[in-house]
C-alpha cells in the first residue's frame, strides 16, 4: 500500500478509508503521520461523532492503524497485523485531509 503523501510504501501504519464508501484510499507512512500529526493520534481515541479531529467538521477519511497480534495456530506462534476497529480510529475532514496531501513532501519525489 503506497503512502497517500509521500508515494511510497506506507507499511503497517495506517490506512485511509473513504468515511462515505468504505474504499480503503491508501496508507499513511509513520514519517508522514510524524511529520504531519506529531505523536497525537497514538494518544487519541477516534471522536464518537466521527467529525474530523482538527475541526468540527463532518470526518471524510478515517485513519485507522495496524495492529499487531500474537495469534496461536496449531501451537505456532503467528504475528498477524489487522487494522484496528473503525469506531476508534481517528477521522479527518477533506479540507484538513487536503492540507496534508498539499504539504511539502519529506523528500523529493522521483516519480513524475
Ligand atoms: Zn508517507
Ligand atoms: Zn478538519
Known amino acids: 500500500m503506497r503512502c ?9 501504519n495506517r490506512a485511509v478509508i473513504d468515511v462515505l ?3 480503503t484510499i491508501g496508507g499513511l507512512c509513520v514519517n508522514c503521520e510524524r511529520e504531519e500529526f ?7 481515541q477516534g471522536r464518537a461523532d ?15 492503524q495496524y495492529v499487531s497480534r500474537l495469534e496461536s495456530r496449531n ?4 504475528v498477524r497485523s489487522s ?4 469506531e476508534s480510529a ?4 477533506d479540507e484538513h485531509f487536503h492540507e496534508v496531501l498539499a504539504a511539502d ?7 513524475r
Do not use: I, M, W
Open 50 to 64: 466521527r467529525k474530523c479531529q482538527l475541526c468540527d467538521r463532518d470526518g471524510h477519511v478515517a485513519l485507522p
Open 38 to 44: 506529531g505523536r497525537s493520534f497514538q494518544y487519541t
Open 75 to 78: 501451537g505456532d506462534a503467528v
Open 21 to 23: 464508501s468504505g474504499t
Open 83 to 86: 487494522l484496528e476497529d473503525d
Open 105 to 111: 513532501p519529506p523528500a523529493p519525489s522521483v516519480e
Open 4 to 12: 497517500v503523501k509521500c508515494r511510497s510504501n506506507a507499511g503497517y
Open 90 to 93: 481517528p477521522c479527518l475532514c
